[in-house]
Antibody
Framework: QVQMQESGPAVVKPSQTLSLTCAVS??????????WSWIRQRPGRGLEWIGC???????YYSPSLESRLAISLDTSEDHFSLRLTSVTAADTAVYYC????????????WGQGVLVAVSS | QSALTQPASVSGSPGQSITVSCTGT?????????VSWYQQSPGKAPKLLIYEVNKRPSGVSHRFSGSQSGSTASLTISGLQPEDEADYYCCSLAGGSTFVFGTGTKVTVL
């Protein structure tokens, strides 16, 4: 049973960089056939797919965020990370990490989420 | 890449069946049979209910079913139960290995 846990700062100042890590246990981020996504949910709003990284290391981003976003794998530590630069209050959200399988293209396992507030 | 369109709310009485729609475009829902549905209870992470339009993961009740016609997908909850009260989101592959979620639907059990 795969388990996923997000970690990172609870508060980030405007214009700075938001960095989050998702630790994966019970699976390996380098296992073939899977991709690893970040999804966020602003307060009172719906889910928003941010981007994902394949087990190969290739990454794909939401067009609205790709100029500020980087998602990467760390196969030695079995985790993957998100970096979002130049944050504003609009980036305040609960950030979830999730796993998906190729072929199905559905997110079958999720972390519990971490709330990140952008505030000075 | 715009969010898929869902009704803001749907309600029903216990035992009834309800349907939540999810409308996209020919660039996302209409291009694939890869719509998934998620249930989210307050303060919790989403849970996968349906994948590839109409497949249920192990452990998901048979009361949940999915379908698709063109650029519109649907989630049907049969025999509505109080514990089904939650937010529901659709999601589709949107080309270029990207995804798009729906706007979300609050299901209320009357």
């Amino acid at each position: 049973q795969v388990q996923m846990q997000e970690s990172g700062p609870a508060v980030v100042k405007p214009s700075q960089t938001l960095s989050l890590t998702c630790a994966v246990s019970g699976d390996s981020v380098s296992r073939g056939g899977y991709y690893w996504s970040w999804i966020r949910q602003r307060p009172g709003r719906g889910l928003e797919w941010i981007g994902c990284v394949y087990y190969t290391g290739a990454s794909y981003y939401s067009p609205s965020l790709e100029s500020r976003l980087a998602i990467s794998l760390d196969t030695s530590e079995d985790h993957f990370s998100l970096r979002l630069t130049s944050v504003t209050a609009a980036d305040t959200a609960v950030y979830y990490c999730a796993r998906g399988a190729f072929g199905e293209f559905a997110h079958d396992s999720w972390g519990q989420g971490v709330l990140v507030a952008v505030s000075s | 890449q715009s969010a898929l369109t869902q009704p803001a709310s749907v309600s029903g009485s216990p035992g009834q069946s309800i349907t939540v729609s999810c409308t996209g475009t020919s660039s996302d829902v209409g291009s694939y049979t890869l719509v998934s549905w998620y249930q989210q209870s307050p303060g919790k992470a989403p849970k996968l209910l349906i994948y590839e339009v109409n497949k249920r993961p192990s452990g998901v009740s048979h009361r949940f079913s999915g379908s698709q016609s063109g650029s519109t997908a649907s989630l049907t909850i049969s025999g509505l139960q109080p514990e089904d009260e939650a937010d529901y989101y659709c999601c589709s592959l949107a080309g270029g290995s990207t995804f798009v979620f729906g706007t979300g639907t609050k299901v209320t059990v009357l």
